[in-house]
């Protein structure tokens, strides 16, 4: 439990602090017989920041809910 809790506070401070995910595509440009030519694209999804702040928020209240030791 205290280890999703981690992650969860861990990837919503990534998620507020980058604001998206940005990947890189390659598409073929130009195919005549033996030339071909591609180009690297990259593009970028975005993470609203409410999302990370969720996901902050969750991190914590399942951190301090936890089982508790009597």
């Known amino acids: 439990m205290k280890i999703l809790?981690?992650?969860l506070i861990v990837l919503g401070a990534i998620s507020l602090a980058y604001g998206g995910i940005t990947y890189t595509t390659r598409e073929k440009v130009l195919d005549i017989g033996p030339i071909?030519?591609?180009?690297?694209?990259?593009k970028t999804l975005p993470l609203p920041p409410v999302l990370g702040g969720i996901a902050v928020v969750a991190g914590i209240a399942l951190l301090?809910?936890?089982p508790k030791k009597s």
């Open 5 to 7: 809790a981690i992650v």
């Open 36 to 42: 071909e030519a591609t180009a690297e694209r990259h």
């Open 64 to 66: 301090f809910a936890g």
